[in-house]
């Protein structure tokens, strides 16, 4: 099945069963499941599974910070990227990533943060680059 132009990238945890392209451990290692042209779950979608259930408890630091270096990645790709838990889907009836997965201040990270983030990493490119 076609994927679709990539505008969301998709945030699960493990208690939630869905087809995804990357998989990060507790530990914060981040597999590649799926190439990222072919459809996980959702239509027009990047997904990404942090093992463990955040319904109880919130993730682990190094799981949040191998995400956000994945998300980095991601949005240099494909710099419209908006950034969601599945929970936001229109229609789904989950509360994946968990009621603990600090899902508001990530949204609020990638609406500042990670522009700042991904402005960086474009500005070393091109100093890498060229010379004033
Ligand atoms: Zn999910």
């Known amino acids: 099945m ?19 392209h990357y998989r990060i451990s507790g530990s914060g290692e981040t597999v590649a499941l799926l190439n990222e042209s072919e459809r996980a ?14 319904s109880e408890s919130p ?9 956000k270096d994945l998300l980095l990645t ?11 838990g599945h929970r936001q889907v229109r229609g789904s009836r989950t509360d ?3 009621r603990k997965f600090p899902l508001k201040a ?3 990270w990638s609406r ?6 991904r402005d960086a990493a474009l500005q070393e490119e091109v100093d890498r680059q060229y010379r004033p």
Do not use: M, W
């Not at 991601?74 to 969601?84: I, S």
């Not at 500042?112 to 983030?117: D, F, H, K, P, R």
């Open 59 to 67: 993730p682990d630091k190094r799981q949040t910070d191998a995400l």
């Open 106 to 108: 990530l949204l609020a």
């Open 74 to 84: 991601l949005k240099q790709r494909y710099p419209d990227l908006a950034v969601g």
């Open 2 to 20: 076609r994927r679709g132009p990539v505008k969301f990238v998709l945030i699960h945890h493990a208690a939630c069963d869905a087809r995804v």
């Open 96 to 98: 994946c990533p968990g």
């Open 41 to 54: 779950t959702h239509a027009n979608s990047i997904e990404i599974r942090l093992d463990g259930s955040f």
């Open 112 to 117: 500042s943060g990670l522009i700042e983030a």
